[in-house]
């Protein structure tokens, strides 16, 4: 498939329409400028017939390789549980197919690293779907940060804390984030992914990383309770924790960026205000978001796909996010459960 300025649009196909991409990220693939989505496709014929009927997709298939293998496919969203992330991406690549993958890229780093071998054999291009790196409070953050608002950047604390839907489930009625053989670990490979992928695109890559992980419900296989600590290349040194069984009154959500002259904290998950704390006082700076919240950044894959620019989120920055939490939980795995 060509990829340059010649291609006048991107006709793609989606593999996994699940829930995600009902208003998070499908939709963009249709509404974005030059790109068109042409087939769906979902293990269960039906579910894929109606998505593909309710949003006018012309193909729908149940079987992922036929999609794949589509010639009016140029490139393909996989949107399915991680643990086909890697299969499914290392067929379309070998196929010739540009890949856009949700986050976590897969369920572990060496997932990800067959997953770059196969983009860079075939030199076909791969983008993850960590879209907080397009989205307006996070982008006012980075320059705020960039343009020394509170000084020389020192340190990155991060608090995630989350009651337990599980608590009253059964486990055949719990969500799949919580099974390590699908998910790769639990909640935390899903939420904290979004957190340290965006740190790693504000204070450069994670040169250190250590981290507890641990299982203190007892709800569910994964763990559901971590703390980590890290150092980036740019010499910001961090802390985190994230606990997954609180109680509701305990729930907090937050990033907190600390310098030599003030501090900058947003939440990640929750809608709320950017606060900026300096020696001009206190400010509070508030964002409305893309209503499919990854549009932006699938518009970026769609340039770069027509030559006219780049994406923001690569095959490479997102693997070493996936590095970063097996190194954090790689002791909890390591022993017997």
């Not at 589509?70 to 290392?90: F, K, L, N, R």
Request: negative net charge; proline residues 5%; charged residues 25%.
């Amino acid at each position: 498939m060509s990829t340059s300025s010649e291609k006048k649009s991107i006709n793609w196909g989606i593999i996994g329409v699940g829930n995600v991409t009902e208003v998070k990220s499908g939709p963009a693939f249709y509404k974005v400028e030059s790109s068109k989505l042409v087939a769906v496709m979902r293990r269960n014929d039906e579910l894929a017939k109606d998505y593909a009927r309710r949003h006018n997709v012309p193909k729908w298939y149940s079987d992922g390789s036929a999609l794949i293998n589509d010639p009016e496919v140029d490139a393909v969203y996989i949107a399915t549980p991680p643990d086909t992330h890697a299969s499914y991406a290392i067929e379309a690549l070998k196929a010739g197919k540009p890949v856009y993958i949700e986050k976590p890229m897969a369920r572990n780093y060496s997932e990800c690293l067959e997953m770059l071998k196969v983009a860079e054999e075939t030199k076909t291009p791969l983008w993850v779907a960590y879209y907080r790196r397009t989205l307006p409070a996070f982008l006012k953050v980075k320059e705020l940060v960039k343009n020394g608002s509170i000084g020389k950047p020192l340190m990155v604390n991060i608090k995630l804390y989350k009651q337990a839907a599980e608590a009253n489930q059964k486990p055949e009625e719990m969500h799949w984030h919580v099974f390590p053989e699908i998910a790769g670990g639990g909640h935390f490979f899903d939420l904290a992914s979004h957190q340290m992928d965006y740190l790693d695109f504000v204070f450069g890559k994670i040169t250190e990383v250590k981290g507890q992980a641990v299982n203190q419900a007892g709800l569910y296989p994964a763990e559901d309770t971590v703390t980590g600590t890290w150092k980036h290349e740019s010499g910001v040194v961090g802390t985190g924790s994230w606990c997954f069984v609180v109680d509701e009154k305990s729930e907090k959500d937050y990033i907190q960026i600390i310098g030599e002259k003030g501090e900058i904290c947003l939440p990640c998950f929750t809608h709320g205000d950017v606060i900026v704390k300096n020696q001009n006082g206190t400010e509070k700076l508030s964002f409305n978001n893309p209503q499919h919240i990854s549009q932006n950044l699938v518009e970026q894959v769609v340039n770069e796909l027509l030559g006219n620019g780049t994406c923001v989120s690569t095959g490479e920055s997102a693997a070493r996010t996936s590095r970063v939490l097996d190194e954090m939980v790689k002791d909890y795995y390591s022993e017997p459960q």
